[in-house]
């Protein structure tokens, strides 16, 4: 065996790096594959509640009152959703998200503000402070305070999602240009 390497070191060279070559392929393909597949698990998690627990409040075998409104519907999305994704937090957040969205569209800021700021500390606990999707949520989180009047404390969570926003998605990217815009306003505001 030693005397075949010798001989042949350009061929068992190249043997190597193809070897390694293909093991590395080999391992990026799986970890690509298990992340496609937990994203896929989780978007099936997150179909399932708002289908059993947001729509299927519109069936009228199950719903005993007459008339049902959007707020309804969210509130009991809202209740059902109570521990039911305690170990699942990316799960529980985009739900939560959904729903702050949801209660913003209808004015119904106090109950965005319940699900908005649960959103953020559930994305910084479980992603920290400079996850894209924990920076998106500053920016949410602002743009609640901004409609509340609350203006110091819109003014502090959008300056700290523009600061990772430039760091982590770059200064021109479409989210770093909307935080600063979000600020600008809040600025113009305050004077």
């Known amino acids: 065996m030693h005397k075949f ?7 068992v060279l190249a043997g190597l790096v193809l070897l390694v070559t293909l093991i590395s392929a080999s391992v990026v393909s799986t970890l690509f594959a298990i992340q496609a597949q937990h994203q896929a698990r989780n978007a099936a998690e997150i179909n399932i509640f708002l289908n059993e627990h947001l729509l299927g409040s519109l069936n009228p ?38 729903l702050a969205s949801a209660y913003r569209e209808l004015g119904t800021l ?48 959008a300056e700290q999602a523009l600061d ?7 200064p021109e990217h479409t989210s770093t240009l909307l935080t600063m815009n979000v600020l600008g306003g809040i600025y113009e505001v305050q004077g």
Not at 5 to 10: E, L, P, V, Y
């Open 164 to 170: 990772g926003q430039k760091r982590v998605l770059g």
């Open 61 to 98: 075998l199950k719903n005993s009152a007459d008339e049902v409104t959007a707020s309804s519907l969210l509130n009991r999305a809202s209740d059902n959703l109570k521990d039911q994704f305690k170990d699942e937090p990316a799960i529980e957040a985009s739900i939560r998200q959904t």
């Open 110 to 157: 106090e109950s965005a503000q319940t699900h908005q700021e649960l959103v953020l500390q559930l994305r910084h606990a479980s992603l920290g402070d400079q996850h894209p999707d924990t920076l998106e949520s500053m920016y949410a989180t602002a743009v609640l305070y901004r409609e509340q009047s609350r203006y110091a404390e819109a003014v502090q969570l």
């Open 5 to 11: 390497i010798r001989r042949n070191k350009t061929l």
